[in-house]
T-cell receptor
Framework: ETGVTQTPRHLVMGMTNKKSLKCEQH?????MYWYKQSAKKPLELMFV???????ENNSVPSRFSPECPNSSHLFLHLHTLQPEDSALYLC??????????FGPGTRLTVL | TQLLEQSPQFLSIQEGENLTVYCNSS?????LQWYRQEPGEGPVLLVT?????EVKKLKRLTFQFGDARKDSSLHITAAQPGDTGLYLC?????????????FGKGMKLTVNP
């Protein structure tokens, strides 16, 4: 596979569930990102990892927990989410702070 | 307040028409990017403009970066149904020794056959 892949593509979960989103990049990049895309809002940067270390957390609620075991993989662990967390969650990667390459996203619905 | 304002937010046109999308800010950006996002997919980079006044062409798409590096425009000539999608502008803004990429809300374009 090439580029940035995300699984699952669609996820429906209840507010008491625990689930994880997975992102994998095959581009040899050293930075990975999680974004949230909601209707009528700009893309919101959630987390940034450089060389597996978290370098940015944009005041994201603790019910979202990122994990970056290596430079190619990024996870977003979800627990006790709220309906307003329903959105498209996009993963991206880049070499340093240059052009970001996005995955197709996970469409999350919280019931 | 929105750092990058895009206008219009929605546009529905007929095939063959021309259109211009604007991306405006009161802030200066070191560079600015345009992305297109199709339904069910992530944004795909179209172009990066770096120099004030720069004009870049990509087939029927013409991108311009404002002289003061605060605004940009995207002009599409003879739009086609395949141009349908969400067009996002994003600017690199210096922050804490590095640069942060900030996005506008996007312009949703529908080109009808």
């Amino acid at each position: 596979e090439t580029g940035v892949t995300q699984t699952p593509r669609h996820l429906v979960m209840g507010m008491t569930n625990k689930k994880s989103l997975k992102c994998e990049q095959h581009l040899g990049h050293n930075a990975m990102y999680w974004y949230k895309q909601s209707a009528k809002k700009p893309l919101e940067l959630m987390f940034v990892y450089n060389f597996k270390e978290q370098t940015e957390n944009n005041s994201v609620p603790s019910r979202f927990s990122p994990e970056c075991p290596n430079s190619s993989h990024l996870f977003l662990h979800l627990h006790t989410l709220q309906p307003e967390d329903s959105a498209l969650y996009l993963c991206a990667s880049s070499q340093a702070t240059y052009t970001q390459y996005f995955g197709p996203g996970t469409r999350l619905t919280v019931l | 307040t929105q750092l990058l304002e895009q206008s219009p937010q929605f546009l529905s046109i007929q095939e063959g028409e021309n259109l211009t999308v604007y991306c405006n800010s009161s802030s200066v950006f070191s560079s600015l990017q345009w992305y297109r996002q199709e339904p069910g997919e992530g944004p795909v980079l179209l172009v990066t403009v770096v120099t004030g006044g720069e004009v870049k062409k990509l087939k029927r798409l013409t991108f311009q970066f404002g002289d003061a590096r605060k605004d940009s425009s995207l002009h599409i000539t003879a739009a086609q149904p395949g141009d349908t999608g969400l067009y996002l502008c994003a600017g690199f803004k210096p922050q804490g020794g590095s640069e942060k990429l900030v996005f506008g809300k996007g312009m949703k374009l529908t080109v009808n056959p």
